[in-house]
């Protein structure tokens, strides 16, 4: 199975900040990479595919890039609303596998 | 509007089966794939396994085989996932959620069931 590790496994951010969230995967993935957010008890959000487009009705302060083995996703101008846990999660082999989780806070 | 609506908690005793439901809509059910994925509180998103809405095609992840059996009923624009010989380890949050087309993510979420595995 392809190993997807995050990192940080957790930050804080203040109003306006820019952060990144890493993900290295255990073999090349070819930009198969999906980022979600996802808020206390609810079920993830799909914020971006094929590691840099930009799902429909996510703001354009959620940005990805990367290639190969190495993928990130940047939120510029941190908001309250942004709050929560991001995951990334590959999608070149079965079985489809995830990472650990970010957790972001607000400051 | 896609929609992906989920049955309700489940509390069952260890050893037995549940089964659980993803009615769809707002979108040609047999069109797209639909999986299934667990999440333990607190803890990572495991994929379980997939299941063609058109003809019922499956493809599993190997940890999940002989526990989850996935089917569909196309008439009703449902899905089902089957959970079988449940132990503590089963208790944990189940999501449905639709396979972007010919994307690799997941595009839309059933708002999840949780289920409890006690005597």
């Known amino acids: 199975d392809i190993q997807m590790t995050q990192s940080p496994h957790s930050l804080s951010a203040s109003l306006g900040e820019t952060v990144s969230i890493e993900c290295l995967a255990s073999e090349g993935i070819s930009n198969y990479l999906a980022w979600y957010q996802q808020k206390p008890g609810k079920s993830p959000q799909l914020l971006i595919y094929?590691?840099?487009s930009l799902q429909d009705g996510v703001p354009s302060r959620f940005s990805g890039s990367g290639s190969g083995t190495q993928y990130s996703l940047k939120i510029s101008n941190m908001q309250p609303e942004d709050e929560g846990v991001y995951y990334c999660?590959?999608?070149?082999?079965?079985?489809?596998?995830f990472g650990g989780g970010t957790k972001l806070e607000l400051k | 509007e896609v929609q992906l609506q989920q049955s309700g908690a489940e509390l069952v005793k260890p050893g037995a089966s549940v089964k659980l439901s993803c009615k769809t809509s707002g979108y040609t059910f047999s069109n797209y794939y639909m999986s299934w994925l667990k999440q333990m509180p607190g803890q990572n998103i495991e994929w379980i396994g997939n299941i063609y809405g058109g003809n019922g095609g499956t493809g599993y992840n190997q940890k999940f085989k002989g526990k989850a059996t996935l089917t569909v009923d196309k008439s009703s624009s449902t899905a089902y996932m089957d959970l079988s010989s449940l132990t503590s380890e089963d208790s944990a949050v189940y999501f449905c959620?639709?396979?972007?087309?010919?994307?690799?993510?997941?595009?839309?979420w059933g708002q999840g069931v949780m289920v409890t595995v006690s005597s």
């Open positions: 999660q590959q999608g070149y082999k079965y079985p489809r596998t």
């Open positions: 959620a639709r396979v972007d087309y010919g994307g690799p993510g997941f595009d839309y």
């Open positions: 094929y590691a840099s």
